[in-house]
């Protein structure tokens, strides 16, 4: 089944970069936005988001922020960072964590699971 993923980081390099691993290695499609703003607009204006994958700090909103907005939508949420907290605060709102820097294996495994 061919799933559509957003992404939401704050740095463009990551944004490209995992959309492209993303696109390659689960032959999945994409949508950038550049923070949790941006990431309730592309929802709001599409019912076609699978899952999604958002960094934990980013502004003006951040990923906690955008995952409280938009929880109601039961689209599984990946939270991604390289914070030491940044797991507890996953586990703490019942989503998926993933620790940047993300390896290949990590992200395949965690997105096969979706």
């Known amino acids: 089944m061919n799933k559509t993923v957003l992404i939401v980081d704050d740095t463009e390099d990551i944004r490209f970069s995992l959309a492209e691993l993303v696109e390659v290695l689960m032959g999945w499609n ?3 936005a550049s923070n949790g703003k941006e990431g309730q607009d592309v ?6 988001i699978d899952i999604i994958l958002s960094d934990l700090e980013m502004s003006p909103v951040n990923g906690v922020e955008f995952y409280e907005a938009i929880k109601d939508t039961g689209i599984p949420f990946i939270l991604m960072s390289g914070h030491e907290d940044a797991p507890i605060i996953a586990k703490e709102l019942g989503i998926a964590f993933i620790k940047k820097p993300y390896n290949v294996l990590d992200l395949s495994k965690i997105l096969s699971g979706f």
């Open 30 to 32: 994409t949508v950038i």
């Open 43 to 48: 929802i709001k204006n599409s019912h076609s």
